[in-house]
Every structure is written in structure tokens, then in C-alpha cells.
């Protein structure tokens, strides 16, 4: 070769290399990204592989019922995620065959041409929920009356690690609503009616949830949920109920101060993804408010992760199916929970690209956000579930913590003549009431069901049973549900309250006790014996007139699985230290708290009060 030729052969290898350098899109090759340091260099390593239709497969979120059947369409889709709903799991409900069903759908995603992993979420709302033997801890309101956001972050970090144990790497949780009507079927989802506390309790969960880094195998996505006003619905405009899924008729000042404000902690304590409501904004659903979901979230809060839209939320959107996709993908929506026509969403979103009626900019935006939090979790190097955590759900630690939780999350509302705590070693103490022995009423709803259940759903303490293992051995302790054969007790314990619900179910015009209830606390007071009542319940219920004849009352909203909690309070091995996160009301006129604001007649009990001994 003359020195000439070495030359300019020389001079193009260096062009090549430097190319391949300033471009690293091998990907003209190859599917595998695996060989770029950078995340965000894998994600533009993948996107210009993906044809339309798997882009949008990346964007679409099945219910994993639909899909049983179906399971290659997961592949022949590409199908980015999957969710369990509220009542869909394994026909067997233990970890083990959750995490058999949740790798075996993973398995047919491996199978697709680009071998993209699904994301996989749940509502492990209070604890792994759904699953039976798994820790439940106390619904958010309780968690609200405790205000202790490291509390918060542990539960949420033994939560992540349970959920993660199955494969699971999504929870769509917090839900950081402010509720300001406790008649909403949804109120104990939230912490509390003042958006500071939520704000900081939700920003702890985030943390709980995703630790510090998202690589970690007990790591999962936390979803702020449900952007933006689901707590403020007007009365009258909710579907098919009175509030839940209804409109927020509220200027925008207050719609921020309010009900945005918890997304700025949210957002800046790396929330990674948002999921929008099913409520509207002065008629307008949240689902197509381009100015909320874009403008506002991301703009302007700078929020970088993925927004999913709520079950089946696009379809109640204006117009044709079609016409639905166009307004929600165009809003921001990055993912959409369909849950169930996947092809018809899936055909019609193509379509729209093809028309230009939704832009591939906007498209790509969104398989990024996806893609980027995919490679984040570590799902590219780790799909399946984590079967070395499996020993640990349920296990003893993480039911030590619910049951601390569970004591620091009572409120003590009436104390007559210091008669808690109660000695240990009284001769006969009756446990009275509907709810003493009940764990599926302890932990309302989202709990093993959609909707929860009563009865013994899953592993766990009940309170009559946890009174029972507190006593000394030679207190005798009775049960009675009505309340009747009272007479000669030391002490009656009462558990009354709500059964469990939840959205679309639990909304609520009347807050008083049932007349079951009522009945039972009559009959014991006829026996001439003291009576503490505990209150099982989602919200504030109207005690007024009643409470004057109890001799201590104690809200215990929904406290899970660990009843002993309960127990350690009543019998004095801790002080009540919780402080109500609702105002409670004197009676129905004061609801909804706008109304107790503006009224001169004193709640019940203001927000924040709460005794101790
Ligand atoms: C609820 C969400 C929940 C989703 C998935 C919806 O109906 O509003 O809070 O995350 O279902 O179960
Ligand atoms: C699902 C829930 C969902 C609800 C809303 C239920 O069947 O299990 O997850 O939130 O439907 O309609």
C-alpha cells in the first residue's frame, strides 16, 4: 500500500469510529442495548427499533384478567404493562402463586421481538393488600392521625419489599387526595383534610416506596395519585355515587392550594409516576385537561415520570372511542390503564399517529418516560420476582411495625374519670359489638377485594383475640356481638363502626351509627356496666348525642391486620398519642368542612385534638 492509500484508509477508520462514538446507535444491528452505559442512552438505543404499533404496546396497560386467556398477545403486542384491578389475582391467593402468575405473564413478554419487560402494578395501598398473608397496615387516615413521617416511609419500604418479593415494581400509591367532604367513599385514602400534612406524608411514602435508588431489588415506583381535585368533589355530581368520580367546582386558586399542593413534595422527592383522577375540574375531566396534566404538571412542577391514566378513565371521555384517545394522549397521558379493549385502543391510537392527529414526538416522549423507569428498576437485568423476599411477606418484623403503627394511629376522643387504661388483671371484661372480631371490617377496603370483605379474609389479630392475649390468665374475657349478658362486667369493650368499602361504593349522605350498633351500646349501658367504645370506621361518624352515656371512645379507623395494637393502648403498655387529621363533625350540617369553617357552631372535636392518659 503507498503511504498515500495507508493514509486515506487510515483516515477513514478514524471517521467511522468517530461517528459510532458521537452517535452510539448501534442499534442498526442490534436490539441489544445492554452495551451503553448511560439509561438514557439504552432508551434512544431501543426507540428507533420500535415499530408504531410496538411503541404503543409500550403505552398500554392491561388488567391482567383480561389477559389470562391471551397471554401471546402479550408478546405479539409488545405490551408495556399489566396491573392487577382490585379483583384480579391468582385463583389461589398466597405470594408464591402471585409471583407464579406475575413471572409467567413476564415470561410472554420476553417472548416479544424486542424482549421489553412488563412493569407490573398493584394498589398495595395499605400493605401488599391483595394478597392473602401478607402485612396490613393501617388505611392513610390512620397513618394522618399518627403524623409521623418516618413511620410512613418504613411502612411504605416493607410494603415495596413485600410487593416486590411477587415481581410487582409498581404501586399505585400514595394516593395523596385532601379530602374536604368525609362523605366521600374515599376519604380514608387520604391522610388528612389539610393539604401540609398530606403533602408531607405522602412525600415520605414516595420515599418509602422507591428508597433511594430504584435499582434496588425492594425498590418500587411509587404513583401520586389522582391529579388533581379528587378530594373536592361538590355533592350531587359524583358517578354513579354522590361524590367519588364527581366535579370539582372550585377556582384555581383553590384547586392548588388545595389539592395540588401535595404534588410538589411529591414530584421533588422523586415521585415516579402520577396517575390522573377520574374526577373533573368545573366539567371538564381531568383525563383531557391539557393545561393541568401538561401545563401545570409538567411544566411548570417539572414532573419527568410516567402520568397513567385511571381504569378505564378514557372511556368516559367526549366523543367516539377514538376521539377519547386523541384528547387523553394529547392532554399527557403516557400510559393508558385501558384496561380491557386493549386492540381497540391499541388500533385507534395508531391510527390517530397515522393521521397526524397525535404527534410520534408525543408518542416517543412517553415510550421514554416508560422505557427510562423500566431500565431504572433494573427490569431489563432482573423481569422476574424476587423470591428470595417471599419468606418475608407477612412476616414478623413487618407485623411488629403495622401493630406500631396501629397504636400510634388511634385517636383517644373521651377519657370520663381516667377509666382507660384498663388494668390487665380485671375479673371479667365483655367484648361487645359486630366489629370485635373481624379483621376483614379492620381493614376496609382494597383488602384482598376490590371492595374488601368481613370476616376472616387473611392472616391476623383481631381485637377481641388481641384483648384475649393481653389479659392476665386469670381475667376472664366474653364476647358478646349484641351486647346483651353485660351485667357484672368489670369493663365492656364496644367495636363498632363501618363495614368495609370502597370507591364508588362508600360514599355516604348519613354519617350515624347503624342502629345495630346503637342497640348494642344500649344494652350494655341497661347492664349499668362502663363502656369504652371503639370506633371502627373509614371517616368521622355523628356520635354527638350518643357519646355522653360512653365512658372513653377511641377512633381506630381502619387499622389492618394487627389488632394488638389496639391492645397496647387500652391496657396502658403505651400512651394514645394520636391527633384526629379531620375535623369531626357535631352533626351532618357541619359536612363538608368548608361548611364547618364558615359555621359558628363548634365540630365535635376540632382538627388535631386528641387526649392521652
Ligand atoms: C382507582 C385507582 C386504582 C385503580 C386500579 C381505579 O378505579 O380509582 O385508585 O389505582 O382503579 O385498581
Ligand atoms: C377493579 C378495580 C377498579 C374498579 C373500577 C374493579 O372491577 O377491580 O381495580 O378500580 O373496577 O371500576
Same mark, same amino acid.
Given at each position: 500500500?503507498?503511504?498515500?492509500?495507508?493514509?486515506?484508509?487510515?483516515?477513514?477508520?478514524?471517521?467511522?469510529?468517530?461517528?459510532?462514538?458521537?452517535?452510539?446507535?448501534?442499534?442498526?444491528?442490534?436490539?441489544?442495548?445492554?452495551?451503553?452505559?448511560?439509561?438514557?442512552? %439504552?432508551?434512544?438505543?431501543?426507540?428507533?427499533?420500535?415499530?408504531?404499533?410496538?411503541?404503543?404496546?409500550?403505552?398500554?396497560?392491561?388488567?391482567?384478567?383480561?389477559?389470562?386467556?391471551?397471554?401471546?398477545?402479550?408478546?405479539?403486542?409488545?405490551?408495556?404493562?399489566?396491573?392487577?384491578?382490585?379483583?384480579?389475582?391468582?385463583?389461589?391467593?398466597?405470594?408464591?402463586?402471585?409471583?407464579?402468575?406475575?413471572?409467567?405473564?413476564?415470561?410472554?413478554?420476553?417472548?416479544?421481538?424486542?424482549?421489553?419487560?412488563?412493569?407490573?402494578?398493584?394498589?398495595?395501598?395499605?400493605?401488599?393488600?391483595?394478597?392473602?398473608?401478607?402485612?396490613?397496615?393501617?388505611?392513610?387516615?390512620?397513618?394522618?392521625?399518627?403524623?409521623?413521617?418516618?413511620?410512613?416511609?418504613?411502612?411504605?419500604?416493607?410494603?415495596?419489599?413485600?410487593?416486590?418479593?411477587?415481581?410487582?415494581?409498581?404501586?399505585?400509591?400514595?394516593?395523596?387526595?385532601?379530602?374536604?367532604?368525609?362523605?366521600?367513599?374515599?376519604?380514608?385514602?387520604?391522610?388528612?383534610?389539610? #393539604?401540609?400534612?398530606?403533602?408531607?406524608?405522602?412525600?415520605?411514602?414516595?420515599?418509602?416506596?422507591?428508597?433511594?435508588?430504584?435499582?434496588?431489588?425492594?425498590?418500587?415506583?411509587?404513583?401520586?395519585?389522582?391529579?388533581?381535585?379528587?378530594?373536592?368533589?361538590?355533592?350531587?355530581?359524583?358517578? #354513579?355515587?354522590?361524590?367519588?368520580?364527581?366535579?370539582?367546582?372550585?377556582?384555581?386558586?383553590?384547586?392548588?392550594?388545595?389539592?395540588?399542593?401535595?404534588?410538589?413534595?411529591?414530584?421533588?422527592?422523586?415521585?415516579?409516576?402520577?396517575?390522573?383522577?377520574?374526577?373533573?375540574?368545573?366539567?371538564?375531566?381531568?383525563?383531557?385537561?391539557? +393545561?393541568?396534566?401538561?401545563?401545570?404538571?409538567?411544566?411548570?412542577?417539572?414532573?419527568?415520570?410516567?402520568?397513567?391514566?385511571?381504569?378505564?378513565?378514557?372511556?368516559?371521555?367526549?366523543?367516539?372511542?377514538?376521539?377519547?384517545?386523541?384528547?387523553?394522549?394529547?392532554?399527557?397521558?403516557?400510559?393508558?390503564?385501558?384496561?380491557?379493549? +386493549?386492540?381497540?385502543?391499541?388500533?385507534?391510537?395508531?391510527?390517530?399517529?397515522?393521521?397526524?392527529?397525535?404527534?410520534?414526538?408525543?408518542?416517543?416522549?412517553?415510550?421514554?418516560?416508560?422505557?427510562?423507569?423500566? +431500565? %431504572?428498576?433494573?427490569?431489563? *437485568?432482573?423481569?422476574?420476582?424476587?423470591?428470595?423476599?417471599?419468606?418475608?411477606?407477612?412476616?414478623?418484623?413487618?407485623?411488629?411495625?403495622?401493630?406500631?403503627?396501629?397504636?400510634?394511629?388511634?385517636?383517644?376522643?373521651?377519657?370520663?374519670?381516667?377509666?382507660?387504661?384498663?388494668?390487665?388483671?380485671?375479673?371479667?371484661?365483655?367484648?361487645?359489638?359486630?366489629?370485635?372480631?373481624?379483621?376483614?371490617?379492620?381493614?376496609?377496603?382494597?383488602?384482598?377485594?376490590?371492595?374488601?370483605?368481613?370476616?376472616?379474609?387473611?392472616?391476623?389479630?383481631?381485637?377481641?383475640?388481641?384483648?384475649?392475649?393481653?389479659?392476665?390468665?386469670?381475667?376472664?374475657?366474653?364476647?358478646?356481638?349484641?351486647?346483651?349478658?353485660?351485667?357484672?362486667?368489670?369493663?365492656?369493650?364496644?367495636?363498632?363502626? *363501618?363495614?368495609?368499602?370502597?370507591?364508588?361504593?362508600?360514599?355516604?349522605?348519613?354519617?350515624?351509627?347503624?342502629?345495630?350498633?346503637?342497640?348494642?351500646?344500649?344494652?350494655?349501658?341497661?347492664?349499668?356496666?362502663?363502656?369504652?367504645?371503639?370506633?371502627?370506621?373509614?371517616?368521622?361518624?355523628?356520635?354527638?348525642? *350518643?357519646?355522653?352515656?360512653?365512658?372513653?371512645?377511641?377512633?381506630?379507623?381502619?387499622?389492618?391486620?394487627?389488632?394488638?395494637?389496639?391492645?397496647?393502648?387500652?391496657?396502658?403498655?403505651?400512651? #394514645?398519642?394520636?391527633?384526629?387529621?379531620?375535623?369531626?363533625?357535631?352533626?351532618?350540617?357541619?359536612?363538608?368542612?368548608?361548611?364547618?369553617?364558615?359555621?359558628?357552631?363548634?365540630?365535635? +372535636?376540632?382538627?388535631?385534638?386528641?387526649?392521652?392518659?
Amino acid at each position: 500500500m503507498s503511504p498515500h492509500k495507508k493514509f486515506s484508509a487510515l483516515f477513514w477508520i478514524l471517521w467511522i469510529a468517530l461517528i459510532f462514538f458521537l452517535f452510539p446507535t448501534t442499534h442498526f444491528f442490534s436490539a441489544d442495548a445492554s452495551k451503553f452505559s448511560s439509561i438514557k442512552q %439504552k432508551v434512544e438505543a431501543i426507540l428507533p427499533q420500535m415499530t408504531l404499533e410496538e411503541k404503543i404496546g409500550q403505552m398500554t396497560q392491561i388488567d391482567s384478567q383480561v389477559i389470562m386467556n391471551n397471554l401471546q398477545d402479550i408478546s405479539a403486542y409488545g405490551i408495556g404493562s399489566l396491573l392487577s384491578g382490585g379483583n384480579s389475582g391468582p385463583s389461589f391467593n398466597s405470594p408464591e402463586s402471585w409471583a407464579n402468575m406475575v413471572d409467567r405473564f413476564q415470561s410472554y413478554a420476553l417472548k416479544s421481538r424486542l424482549k421489553i419487560p412488563l412493569i407490573y402494578g398493584i394498589d398495595s395501598v395499605h400493605g401488599l393488600s391483595h394478597v392473602k398473608g401478607a402485612t396490613v397496615f393501617p388505611h392513610n387516615i390512620g397513618l394522618g392521625a399518627a403524623r409521623n413521617p418516618v413511620l410512613v416511609e418504613k411502612i411504605a419500604r416493607i410494603t415495596a419489599m413485600e410487593t416486590a418479593a411477587l415481581g410487582i415494581k409498581w404501586t399505585f400509591a400514595p394516593c395523596i387526595a385532601v379530602p374536604q367532604d368525609i362523605r366521600w367513599g374515599r376519604t380514608y385514602e387520604g391522610f388528612s383534610e389539610d #393539604p401540609k400534612l398530606v403533602s408531607l406524608l405522602g412525600a415520605s411514602a414516595i420515599k418509602g416506596s422507591q428508597s433511594t435508588n430504584l435499582s434496588d431489588p425492594t425498590s418500587i415506583l411509587a404513583c401520586a395519585k389522582h391529579f388533581a381535585g379528587d378530594g373536592g368533589t361538590e355533592f350531587g355530581t359524583g358517578y #354513579p355515587e354522590l361524590l367519588d368520580q364527581g366535579d370539582a367546582r372550585i377556582p384555581e386558586k383553590e384547586l392548588r392550594s388545595i389539592h395540588i399542593f401535595p404534588y410538589i413534595a411529591a414530584i421533588s422527592n422523586g415521585a415516579a409516576s402520577v396517575m390522573a383522577s377520574f374526577s373533573s375540574w368545573n366539567e371538564i375531566k381531568m383525563h383531557q385537561n391539557k +393545561y393541568l396534566l401538561t401545563d401545570v404538571l409538567r411544566k411548570e412542577l417539572k414532573f419527568s415520570g410516567i402520568l397513567v391514566s385511571d381504569w378505564a378513565a378514557v372511556k368516559q371521555l367526549p366523543g367516539t372511542p377514538e376521539e377519547q384517545v386523541k384528547l387523553a394522549i394529547n392532554a399527557g397521558i403516557d400510559m393508558v390503564m385501558v384496561p380491557d379493549s +386493549y386492540q381497540q385502543f391499541i388500533g385507534n391510537l395508531t391510527a390517530l399517529v397515522r393521521k397526524q392527529e397525535v404527534s410520534e414526538e408525543r408518542i416517543d416522549e412517553a415510550v421514554r418516560r416508560i422505557l427510562t423507569l423500566k +431500565y %431504572k428498576l433494573g427490569l431489563f *437485568e432482573h423481569p422476574y420476582s424476587h423470591r428470595e423476599l417471599l419468606a418475608q411477606v407477612g412476616g414478623r418484623e413487618h407485623r411488629e411495625l403495622a401493630r406500631e403503627a396501629v397504636r400510634k394511629s388511634l385517636v383517644l376522643l373521651k377519657n370520663k374519670d381516667k377509666i382507660l387504661p384498663l388494668s390487665k388483671k380485671l375479673k371479667k371484661i365483655i367484648v361487645a359489638g359486630r366489629k370485635a372480631d373481624d379483621i376483614g371490617s379492620q381493614c376496609g377496603g382494597w383488602t384482598i377485594t376490590w371492595q374488601g370483605a368481613t370476616g376472616a379474609i387473611t392472616t391476623g389479630t383481631s381485637i377481641l383475640q388481641a384483648i384475649k392475649k393481653a389479659v392476665s390468665t386469670n381475667t376472664i374475657v366474653f364476647y358478646s356481638t349484641n351486647g346483651e349478658n353485660c351485667l357484672g362486667a368489670d369493663a365492656v369493650i364496644a367495636v363498632v363502626g *363501618e363495614g368495609p368499602y370502597a370507591e364508588m361504593k362508600g360514599d355516604r349522605e348519613d354519617l350515624s351509627l347503624k342502629t345495630t350498633d346503637l342497640k348494642t351500646i344500649r344494652n350494655i349501658k341497661d347492664a349499668g356496666v362502663p363502656v369504652v367504645v371503639i370506633l371502627i370506621s373509614g371517616r368521622p361518624m355523628i356520635v354527638t348525642s *350518643e357519646i355522653k352515656s360512653w365512658n372513653a371512645f377511641i377512633a381506630a379507623w381502619l387499622p389492618g391486620t394487627e389488632g394488638e395494637g389496639i391492645a397496647d393502648i387500652l391496657f396502658g403498655d403505651y400512651q #394514645p398519642a394520636g391527633k384526629l387529621s379531620y375535623t369531626w363533625p357535631a352533626s351532618m350540617d357541619q359536612v363538608p368542612l368548608r361548611k364547618a369553617k364558615n359555621s359558628h357552631s363548634k365540630p365535635l +372535636y376540632p382538627y388535631g385534638f386528641g387526649l392521652s392518659y
